[in-house]
């Protein structure tokens, strides 16, 4: 279907403004330095910290690399301490953002419910949402996968048109394999974006779900990314350690692309 790959950073907690803006120099030199072409092969994007992102934005002007937030507020404005709106993020230079991430729903009690309002508040601004999904180790070994997965999918796109939906990124966190080393097997990931695809197009169509890009979020390095995305229906990766060192993070972006 032709799906560009879209590898997007996660950094999580991590980078204060200088730190973020010097791995985003960083990528840049080594980029340049490599005569990689990369950048504009596939959809880079960065998500730093809220109190980093002016910054990055500065940095990453004039070139091919996407700035994204970690997390949006449903509501416009209002009481709602230590929230950030979609205004905010879109006139910071914030084109991406990443709503129901697994530590969202695990520390802070995003539900399936409040991702979709998330979500539609992101479309309300014209961002481009990464909707994060994915079970936990119990599920898995009970056998649950699948069942979780559509549970979070039907949830977390109720009431998006077929139109929104072809230029909303999923990502599959498989919840076991974040931050603890493991990986599924790309077979397993696979299975898992295959279903997710599957579920889509019973909800929107074949010809939609086609259109969607799905990301595999587990602990994807440099070492696996080749094999993760060559899978049919993976089509990149939503990177957490790995993103915080430019190096690391420009070679599994090589790897992606099977350079």
């Excluded at 907690?13 to 990528?27: C, F, I, P, S, T």
């Excluded at 970690?70 to 709503?99: C, P, R």
Aim: with cysteine.
């Amino acid at each position: 279907m032709g799906r560009k790959v879209i590898i997007a950073g996660n950094w999580k907690m991590n980078k204060n403004a200088a730190e973020g803006a010097a791995l985003v120099e960083e990528l840049k030199h080594i980029c340049a330095d490599s005569g990689c072409s990369c950048c504009g092969e596939v959809d880079v994007v960065v998500c730093p910290p809220f109190t980093t992102i002016a910054a990055v934005v500065e940095a990453a002007k004039g070139t091919p690399i996407k700035v994204g937030a970690q997390n949006i507020h449903w509501a416009d404005n209002g009481a709602f301490t230590g929230e950030i709106s979609g205004d905010m993020l879109k006139t910071s230079g914030v084109e991406y953002v990443i709503i129901g991430h697994s530590e969202r729903r695990q520390y802070f009690g995003e539900t399936d419910a409040t991702v979709n309002a998330r979500l539609k508040a992101a479309l309300k601004y014209g961002l481009k949402p990464i909707v994060c999904v994915g079970e936990l180790l119990a599920e898995r070994e009970a056998n649950r996968t699948e069942a979780v997965l559509s549970t979070q999918i039907r949830g977390g796109f109720a009431g998006i048109t077929g139109e929104e939906m072809a230029g909303i990124v999923v990502a599959y966190e498989p919840v076991w394999a974040i931050g603890t080393g493991k990986t599924a097997t790309p077979e397993i990931a696979e299975a898992a974006h295959a279903h997710i695809r599957g579920e889509l197009a019973a909800m929107f169509g074949t010809e939609v779900a086609e259109k969607v890009r799905i990301q595999y979020g587990g602990s994807m390095k440099s070492a696996n990314a080749r094999e993760l995305v060559a899978q049919k229906d993976i089509d990149g990766g939503l990177i957490g350690g790995a993103a915080l060192k430019a190096g690391e993070f420009a070679a599994l972006i090589r790897e992606a692309l099977g350079k």
